[in-house]
């Protein structure tokens, strides 16, 4: 039986880097393990009285039950003033919730950050990580995956091109199976 793994892309933008990151993680599943993207776009932004007068959003139900469904997560993100996208941070919280519940309990994972800037994300990556922590999300430290200049590594349909960060990209999948293999 495969281990499904769900990538987050962390970014709202129908062409946004982090969108077409995730999408050629698709084709680097090994042997044995499944990628599914696991979309945040429809989540409101997280209301604790949904929970607490049981009016949950049927996006809400629906991403619990992705994120219930995997083995472990990558988190694709991008970077928005020196940390993580609202949206992002939203999924978070909807997942970690109701008190008690969270969704995201033990899960392995890894984050990859990127920008057009020569930093790759950086700020994000670790705010990111910060929050991982207290969700008891255990990630993996190496290696750090911050993608550089990400607006130059796509062809004309979206495809990640051929190239040393798309090697260093498959690199790090290859590491995070190897680390999920020893954490999950």
Same mark, same amino acid.
């Given at each position: 039986m495969s281990k499904i793994i769900g990538i987050i892309a962390?970014?709202?933008r129908k062409e946004s880097f982090s969108k077409k990151i995730a999408n050629g993680l698709l084709q680097m599943a090994p042997e044995g393990f499944e990628f599914k993207i696991i979309p945040i776009d429809e989540l409101p932004i997280y209301n604790?009285?949904?929970d607490d007068h049981h009016n949950v959003p049927d996006s809400y139900v629906t991403f619990r039950n992705n994120i219930q469904s995997v083995n472990g997560i990558i988190f694709v993100t991008p970077e928005h003033n020196r940390s993580i996208p609202a949206a992002l941070k939203n999924a978070l919280d909807v997942g970690s919730r109701p008190y008690g519940k969270s969704v995201w309990n033990g899960k392995?994972?890894?984050v990859f950050s990127n920008s057009p800037g020569n930093i790759g994300g950086f700020g994000a990556n670790h705010h990111l990580r910060q929050s991982l922590v207290f969700l008891n999300i255990p990630v993996m430290q190496q290696p750090e995956v911050y993608i550089q200049?990400?607006? =130059?590594?796509?062809? =004309?349909?979206?495809?990640l091109k051929e190239g040393d960060t798309k090697a260093f990209i498959a690199k790090a999948v290859t590491a995070y199976i190897e680390w999920f293999k020893k954490n999950a």
């Open positions: 962390g970014s709202l604790q009285d949904f392995p994972a890894a200049k990400s607006n =130059e590594l796509f062809d =004309e349909k979206g495809n």
